[in-house]
């Protein structure tokens, strides 16, 4: 019997950098395209959390993307109970840390990333971020050193690993 197929969760950070850099909808809409087509397929979808953060502010490309071709399915909702607990557990274990500060404490209750670490973990998705693993930061609480706290230790990866993983590669046509 084969194993599932991993599923993916993705932070803002990945759509924010992919759309004001590297993979810009008018150079690279392959990108863009193949989150849609994973989606479909059960194996990529982010947050309703982070749908409301690539919305706040003005419409751009990536907030017509995300409202026009992501599917509505593609932003799951974060009120399921299980994803709540574990939303609760991370809130108890950075308030815990002295490692961080009292500002970074804050944001992370306010902030989606809890929410994605929460959900992931819930839900058993490898998170995909653009955020690296920061073990003496002091000023936030990266979504990398919550993934690999010994309470949760959920897989957190980048964008490029997804992409390999899936097997996504962009041609260029002469």
């Excluded at 809409?29 to 087509?37: D, E, K, T």
């Excluded at 749908?51 to 599917?71: H, R, T, Y």
């Excluded at 936030?140 to 230790?153: E, G, H, L, Q, T």
Aim: net charge negative.
């Amino acid at each position: 019997m084969s194993e599932p197929a991993t599923r993916y969760l993705i932070d803002t950070s990945v759509f924010i950098q992919a759309h004001r850099a590297y993979y810009a909808f008018n150079l690279c809409p392959g990108f863009w395209n193949s989150l849609v087509w994973f989606h479909n397929k059960g194996l990529v979808f982010s947050l309703d959390k982070v749908m409301e953060e690539i919305c706040d502010g003005d419409e751009d490309a990536l907030v017509k993307w995300a409202k026009s071709d992501m599917p509505k399915t593609g932003f799951v909702p974060s009120d399921d109970a299980d994803v709540v607990a574990w939303y609760a557990k991370m809130q108890v274990w950075a308030n815990a840390q002295s490692q961080f500060t009292a500002a970074a404490k804050s944001e992370f209750a306010t902030e989606p990333d809890a929410w994605l670490v929460a959900y992931a973990k819930a839900k058993n998705l490898t998170l995909v971020t653009r955020e690296e693993f920061s073990p003496n930061i002091k000023w936030r609480i990266p979504i990398p050193n919550v993934c690999k706290a010994k309470d949760f230790m959920v897989n957190c990866i980048n964008t490029f690993t997804m992409l390999e993983r899936l097997g996504i590669q962009f041609h260029w046509k002469e």
